[in-house]
C-alpha cells in the first residue's frame, strides 16, 4: 500500500444519520400523538426519514451527473 488514507463514502444517509433522525422525529411525533408510540407515531417517522434519503440520494446523482429515467 501507499499509505494513503482511504475514504470512505456513503450513499444517501449513514446508518448513524438515520439513527439519530429517527430517533428525533419519533420523539417529534410522539409528541403531536399525546406522547404515546402509535404505530401512526413510527410510520410517520420512518417515512419521514426515507425520503430524507431519498432526497439526499437524488442530490448526490445529480451532483455526479448521473442521468435518471423517468
Known amino acids: 500500500m501507499n499509505g494513503a488514507a482511504t ?3 456513503s450513499f444517501g444517509l449513514s446508518e448513524e444519520e438515520i439513527r ?3 430517533a428525533e422525529e419519533l420523539i417529534r411525533a410522539m409528541r ?4 404515546r408510540p402509535t404505530v401512526h407515531a413510527i410510520a410517520h417517522g420512518i417515512a419521514r426519514i426515507l425520503h430524507e434519503d431519498h432526497l439526499r440520494m437524488l442530490d448526490q446523482l445529480d451532483r455526479a451527473r448521473v442521468p435518471l429515467r423517468d
Open 7 to 9: 475514504a470512505t463514502r
Open 20 to 22: 439519530n433522525r429517527l
Open 32 to 35: 403531536v400523538e399525546g406522547e
